[in-house]
């Protein structure tokens, strides 16, 4: 507890569902209706990067997918006329050609369309992931600061900028520099509307 900015109270957990939780009954007990923070758990941040990491690319992946799969489905379009064309002048050699070609990429199409549904759900669940981080950051402020974390968290994934999020989360709407202490880092409150403030800590 420090008289910094009005009054600051330093939280040091390592788990941050512990820390969301007791600034979540804190402002409760003390009917704090507008906290803000500033979050510095570098384990959890760091694994939460590795997690906007493949976001990126995962999504960068999909965006190829797609574009191979298109393509594929042209060339398939493509031959199936020409097979026909084949057919109706009674070239049997083209047409048998252009049938073996058609069934290699049909066969193609199928391997690409397993690829995409494999990309699709491991995007999926490392976007739950990110779910999950911006409701554990949310819980860490109160109020407005609490809607604009998460409102900026979802504005930053519509536009896919991915390594904002990681800014958002831990600084949420403060602008603030982080206190740190020599075992660990903080999740620093700064309440508007009242005379005290509070402060968390991650200590490793």
Do not use: W
């Amino acid at each position: 507890l420090s008289p910094d900015n009005g009054g600051t109270v330093e939280i040091r957990a390592d788990d941050m569902d512990l820390v969301g939780d007791v600034v979540q009954d804190l402002c409760a007990y003390l009917k704090v209706s507008d906290l803000e923070s500033i979050a510095d758990f570098p384990r959890e941040m760091a694994a939460f990067q590795s997690v906007l990491d493949a976001v990126s690319s995962l999504n960068s992946a999909r965006q190829q997918l797609s574009a191979d799969i298109a393509d594929n489905s042209n060339t398939v379009k493509a031959l199936v006329i020409k097979a026909e064309d084949a057919r109706l002048i009674r070239n049997m050699d083209v047409m048998q050609g252009a049938y073996s070609n058609l069934f290699d990429m049909n066969m193609e199409l199928i391997r690409d369309y397993k690829k995409r549904a494999t990309n699709h759900a491991e995007l999926l669940r490392n976007l739950k992931l990110v779910n999950q981080m911006i409701q554990r950051s949310a819980r860490f402020r109160v109020g407005a600061p609490k809607n604009t974390v998460v409102t900026a968290c979802r504005k930053a994934i519509k536009k896919k900028q991915f390594d904002r999020l990681f800014d958002i989360v831990r600084f949420g709407g403060a602008d603030r520099a982080v206190r740190r202490s020599s075992g660990g880092s903080a999740v620093a409150t700064n309440q508007r509307s009242a005379s005290s403030s509070s402060t968390s800590n991650n200590r490793r």
